[in-house]
């Protein structure tokens, strides 16, 4: 289809044949002139006239583009339902409008190909590119919409069988995930699921109640290791994913950088504050912590050393000691020699073992 127009362009040339008022309409209602998309309450009060008049001069203008263009319009609409085929029927709106992009970079002839890529590298053009197609697919009849609903996002499909399809396999996919009990990532799921990859991929996407966390792990979105929604959560997961004992201050600058898009700024003293309050958390060193299940405790170093010497039943030698306890809590060796020459809780054998003092509680 290299005799299709830009999009941009085709609008423009589109417009060019409206009257002033429904060409001002057209530019307002679908942010044709970057300066944000207009109600049509708001567009009718920019032009003196009611909502309703707004309304129906805006399907008046669609009618007339629609009529005047309906070659090229059906070029699109072939190229749409391709596209939208391609990716099992559904595709979440705004990925269609970046492939849609990325289609048109790579295949328009040399010429058009220029103008189209350099129209997307400027942020004001490729606004009005993205507009453009959203406005073009709005002409085309064969192309569906879908709102955003409890299970999907929004969404562009091809036909209403292409989105029950869609619907069932997603229900299948949160069934292996209830049945696993864990998140997985792309290649496993895809070696779980019969579909190709494009289309796996977007009905990931499409899905209101699946989703991936920042560390490429996908699940079902009411997992809080999936789609954590506390500080405290957060905090979790960034230490989990880190694999290693981390200071608060560390924890909370991996959560902004994980989750930059939160609304919320995360202050390492909230971050502070949810790790002491977290049972499955552990202080291991001066506002340092880490995870209970790889090992840590909590307490002092005396604490755990009597818990070690309590658990192994026997004498042990310094090494030991400073070998077992280094596994539980973050502690200098020479600090957990320190603690062993205190003779109201240790005593030190004939064979240079260590052992907890009788009647030491």
């Known amino acids: 289809m290299d005799n299709l127009a830009i999009p941009s362009e085709f609008i423009q040339k589109a417009l060019d044949g409206l009257p002033n008022r429904p060409r001002e309409v057209i530019i307002k209602?679908?942010?044709?002139?970057?300066?944000?998309?207009?109600?049509?309450?708001?567009?009718?009060?920019?032009?003196?006239?009611?909502?309703?008049?707004?309304?129906?001069?805006?399907?008046?203008?669609?009618?007339?583009?629609?009529?005047?263009?309906?070659?090229?319009?059906?070029?699109?609409?072939?190229?749409?339902?391709?596209?939208?085929?391609?990716?099992?029927?559904?595709?979440?709106?705004?990925?269609?409008?970046?492939?849609?992009?990325?289609?048109?970079?790579?295949?328009?002839?040399?010429?058009?190909?220029?103008?189209?890529?350099?129209?997307?590298?400027?942020?004001?053009?490729?606004?009005?590119?993205?507009?453009?197609?959203?406005?073009?697919?709005?002409?085309?009849?064969?192309?569906?919409?879908?709102?955003?609903?409890?299970?999907?996002?929004?969404?562009?499909?091809?036909?209403?069988?292409?989105?029950?399809?869609?619907?069932?396999?997603?229900?299948?996919?949160?069934?292996?995930?209830?049945?696993?009990?864990?998140?997985?990532?792309?290649?496993?799921?895809?070696?779980?699921?019969?579909?190709?990859?494009?289309?796996?991929?977007?009905?990931?996407?499409?899905?209101?109640?699946?989703?991936?966390?920042?560390?490429?792990?996908?699940?079902?979105?009411?997992?809080?290791?999936?789609?954590?929604?506390?500080?405290?959560?957060k905090a979790y997961l960034a230490l989990f994913y880190k694999k290693e004992p981390a200071h608060f201050r560390k924890i909370a600058q991996i959560i902004s950088a994980s989750w930059p898009a939160a609304k919320r700024k995360v202050l390492a003293e909230t971050v502070h504050n949810e790790l002491i309050k977290d049972k499955r958390v552990v202080l291991v060193g001066r506002g340092i912590y880490a995870l209970a299940e790889w090992g840590y405790e909590r307490g002092t170093a005396p604490e755990i050393i009597k818990r070690v010497l309590e658990k192994a039943e026997r004498p042990m030698s310094e090494e030991e000691i400073i070998r077992e306890v280094s596994l539980k809590r973050l502690v200098k060796p020479s600090t957990i020699v320190l603690n062993l020459k205190n003779a109201e809780i240790f005593e030190k054998t004939e064979e240079g073992m260590y052992k907890l003092k009788v009647n030491v509680s």
């Open 29 to 233: 209602r679908f942010n044709l002139d970057g300066r944000g998309k207009k109600t049509l309450e708001q567009i009718g009060k920019d032009l003196g006239i009611t909502r309703e008049r707004a309304r129906q001069i805006e399907k008046d203008a669609f009618k007339k583009i629609a009529e005047a263009d309906s070659r090229e319009i059906g070029q699109y609409e072939t190229l749409f339902k391709e596209l939208i085929s391609r990716h099992g029927g559904a595709m979440e709106y705004n990925f269609f409008l970046d492939k849609a992009i990325e289609y048109f970079k790579a295949n328009y002839e040399t010429e058009k190909q220029a103008r189209f890529a350099e129209a997307s590298r400027i942020d004001s053009a490729r606004l009005a590119a993205r507009q453009a197609l959203i406005l073009i697919s709005g002409l085309t009849p064969g192309i569906k919409k879908n709102r955003e609903t409890k299970k999907f996002k929004k969404l562009f499909y091809a036909d209403i069988d292409s989105l029950r399809l869609a619907e069932s396999a997603i229900g299948e996919i949160l069934k292996i995930f209830e049945s696993e009990n864990k998140p997985m990532r792309p290649p496993e799921l895809l070696s779980r699921v019969r579909a190709a990859e494009e289309v796996l991929d977007s009905y990931l996407r499409i899905s209101a109640e699946i989703a991936k966390n920042p560390y490429g792990e996908i699940g079902p979105k009411k997992w809080p290791r999936i789609f954590p929604r506390s500080a405290r959560d």
